[in-house]
């Protein structure tokens, strides 16, 4: 029997009842598959900040390191929402663990269960065969570069009275720009063979030096791969347009954040995405949404993008193929049966189709 | 007779074909309001770079500068295409001119022609209704932040070796936030009273300036209007989730450039959809679309967002609202008739609707 250390980091919001079912679902899957996973629960977030004071102790990142992959649910919530700068915010336990982890690639699958093609506001033709990889650079750039406020700059202010003023950096080396690069081509080699690569040369310099770099490792090492530059505004637009066009899209940090949600929006249910950040070490998984403070504790969260999550960590950091394979298998079933949660419901779902939290992982535990 | 003098940029692609049908419809409604509209031409982007080596001449910010407003058609093609960061850009004159006109207030509007419902990629009942305005700050932020390019730094390279680095500067102060937020109530008030405010609050330093000031303007002297505040990948979700739930939407450059394309697309028609930059002097319309370079020349593009420019510029900078309403009445019976351009026209419409630029200006002209 093999063992795997998982680090479980519940959070905030629906966190908790998430996390459940993944367990719940990885505990079936050791015992199909012969494996043992043997968890560590450890705080982050809100969570963390009300516990400890800080949204990343370090004993959670200590308990990170020291396993085999980290399992995330969701981190946020109005109660710790600030404007005071110097206030610790739950998102910061997020941001540290990318960074402190080196979590430099973010995967975000962006499928469609044929199940819930009625879901998306898009039209159904549109949105039919739409499955694209979305490559998120995920520890450089606007995210972690150099950030101030100054109070009182003379000039700043209306009509040059004093004000304030402030900035952040938009930094990327050319290494941090390589290594994303090889991942999304990589990547493509194993699906549809097509990279779009996203950015706005016509206007920064990092972009400009994002391009040269994706074109050079291309032409040198991935010549097979199909690649095209898009700016940034013309992919919004096209996500919309033709989103089955897309294979993978690679792109910087900030980029990747607004187009990830917008791609994940176009199926219509959120509910449903999951996502891998990747670095050298120790890699983390969790859902693509938020922690849903307006429905925690009521059981009614949709545990479904947490156990996909739960088959992306068997896929990358464990070579589990075949039980991943099983764990999509047993959501498309569940789904295909009719069972839905209150988010993914629609008009004509019956109501005693309409299940919890727990429930629908039990039935996913029984499609295995 | 009043007489207004008009700065005309033609600039690129299908540039030159689309301003002669604005200025048609100008002279049509100069006719009927007893105005006089008197023209320079002036030269901007790729084909102020082909003549003078610059992608924005001095001549031609004098001739804006000694105008009351300047119509611009549209900049860029492959053939200026470089990645030679010393080589001038056609995009450079776009941005030159923002800037020295201080034009820091772009307004695109999103609204749906009836007739055009269908072009959309969105369900039908989705888009029913959509009527935003979205109000992008135009001369701060990363668009004109310090920017560099570093090389053979040492670490920036693959494994620590040498390699480049580059960076630029979102940077914001109180007093261009100040009079952006000022310009998007004012809007609201005029609409439906209420006014979206994007950032990325949870990151940015930029951001929570951005919110503090946003939200002390409002409670200062805007308290009438309701203000809510969105991060910028929840308000890339929205735009595809509920579009017709938003009125004013206010936000910073960048998130502005991919923001207000991703509502633009939402329409389906972009060839439909006109923008106005205003500044505390001479103001500048222009259509969001692009050059079009693969259709320059044959007579075949759209002239009807360059039409509604003009629209625009009647209302914004000449006080001529009901020549502005002629001119949107006419377009919306042009379109009602079924006549239509390559870009815009269906499986359903006949062939003898599909009409050229020239042909759907002179329509417009015969129904004012
Ligand atoms: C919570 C926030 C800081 C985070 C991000 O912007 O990266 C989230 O939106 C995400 O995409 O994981
Ligand atoms: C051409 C480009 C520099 C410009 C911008 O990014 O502002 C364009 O996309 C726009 O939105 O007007």
Not at 151 to 176: F, I
Not at 212 to 239: C, G, K, P, S, W
């Amino acid at each position: 029997t093999t063992t795997y250390k998982i680090c479980l980091l519940a959070g905030d919001g629906i966190g908790p009842e998430i996390i459940a079912e993944g367990v719940k679902v990885l505990n079936a899957v050791g015992a199909k598959y012969d494996t043992a996973f043997e968890y560590t629960d450890a705080l982050i977030g809100g969570a963390a900040i009300d516990a400890t004071g800080e949204p990343l102790p370090t004993a959670t990142l200590d308990a990170a390191r020291a396993s085999d992959a980290v399992l995330l649910a969701a981190v946020g919530g109005p109660k710790w929402d600030t404007t005071d700068p110097a206030a610790p915010r739950p998102e910061q336990g997020l941001l540290g663990i990318r960074k402190e982890l080196g979590l430099y690639t973010n995967l975000r699958p962006v499928q469609i269960f044929n199940a819930l093609a009625d879901a998306s506001t898009l039209r159904p033709e549109i949105v039919d065969g739409v499955d694209m990889m979305i490559v998120r650079e995920l520890t450089g750039g606007l995210y972690f570069g150099r950030r101030e406020r100054f109070y009182d700059e003379p000039a700043a202010g209306v009509n040059g009275a004093p004000g304030q003023r402030a900035y952040d950096t938009l930094e990327y080396s050319e290494y941090e720009i390589e290594r994303i690069a090889r991942q999304a081509f990589e990547i493509a080699r194993k699906r549809r063979g097509k990279v779009t690569s996203v950015d706005k040369a016509n206007v920064l310099e990092t972009s400009r030096l994002w391009r040269e770099i994706v074109h050079r490792v291309h032409d040198a090492d991935y010549a097979d791969v199909e690649l095209e530059d898009l700016l940034v505004d013309n992919t919004a637009m096209q996500l919309i347009n033709r989103p089955a066009d897309f294979d993978v899209v690679v792109t910087e940090n900030m980029f990747g954040d607004i187009l990830s949600d917008e791609a994940a929006q176009i199926t219509g249910s959120l509910g449903m995405l999951a996502s891998a950040s990747l670095g050298d070490g120790v890699a983390l998984y969790e859902p693509s949404h938020g922690s849903a403070p307006d429905i925690a504790g009521r059981g009614i969260a949709n545990p479904l993008a947490q156990i996909l999550s739960v088959e992306m960590m068997l896929r990358y950091s464990f070579g589990m193929g075949e039980a991943a394979d099983d764990i999509r298998r047993a959501v498309t079933e569940v789904l295909d049966a009719g069972w839905r949660t209150g988010d993914i419901k629609d008009a004509e779902t019956p109501v005693d189709k309409v299940v919890g939290t727990a429930k629908m992982g039990d039935l996913v535990v029984e499609h295995l």
